[in-house]
């Protein structure tokens, strides 16, 4: 090969050396996440924290800036300022799930049939732990809690959503339980607000059909409790392909989890 041959060179990208302030930022972020920054927890001072790291100030406020774009600090600002971590939460990243959902206007069945495919998967997964009977102990609990407020429409949903969001937690397996109770907070804002609105128009389900929920509470509390695993999960299918036909009907709107306003429906901080 000549040297009229050779190929050129491919052009070198620029190596990159972090910013200051994003170098400080991945460290307080790693602190967090790892728990040697607590949650709730404020930082010292600035002048403090600028002994620790040798950076200038406008660096560690860029930092903080990063860290609160990412939820995981709050800064105070004023006479009373500081900075407090705020560690990851499941209700921040359900907020986050729903606002994604809510901007491609999921449709509610869509949202049901996640739904329908991953909590039967809770209920196994809770007939299959050791201490299944105190599972158990804990949704029989629950669904009596439901069946003192079996009159009151509203209060009613709260309380089965109560049941089953405890049935997901009951999970065992902790992705499972941050995936499912991230879908299930969402699911759990559609079917209050479907609860109100119909409790409004006098067309909430009658009494009746409220026991028969208790019922289907029941029957899967017993298939936990007696750590029959396949039981629980086809109960849990059949109860909710039953249950979600009122949120989830042909004329429900998409997935929303922001009012008319732009106000969260759902609480991002737990």
Sequence with gaps: MTESEIPPRPRRMPLRTPRVAEALAA?????????????GAELPTEPVLL???????PSLREAFRILETEGLVVV???????????????????????????????PMRDLAAA????????????AGRDDHEAVAVRLRQLNEEAAQVVEDGPAFTGASVRFHEGLVDAA?????RVVVGML?????????????????????????????????HGAIEKAIG???V?????????????????????????????????????????
């Design 76 to 106: 105070r600002r004023g006479k009373r300022g500081g900075t407090v971590i705020k560690a990851p939460a499941p209700g921040s990243a359900a907020y986050h799930m729903g606002l994604l959902l809510h901007a491609r206007a999921t």
């Design 115 to 126: 739904r329908n495919l991953l909590e039967p998967l809770c209920a196994e997964h809770a």
């Design 27 to 39: 460290q307080l972020r790693l602190r967090i996440l790892e728990g040697d920054l607590a949650d």
């Design 230 to 270: 396949a039981l629980a999960g086809k109960l849990m299918r059949a109860h909710l392909e039953a249950s979600q036909l009122y949120v989830a009907s042909d004329d429900a709107p998409p997935v929303q989890v922001l009012d008319e306003y732009g106000n969260p429906r759902m609480d991002a901080r737990d």
């Design 172 to 176: 065992g397996n902790e992705t499972l």
């Design 51 to 57: 002994q620790e790291y040798p950076v200038s100030r």
């Design 184 to 216: 299930e907070s969402v699911w759990s804002v559609q079917e209050r607000g479907w609860a109100r609105r119909a409790s409004d128009e006098a067309s909430y389900p009658p009494v009746d059909r409220r026991h028969a929920v208790l019922r289907a």
């Design 226 to 228: 007696a750590g029959d």
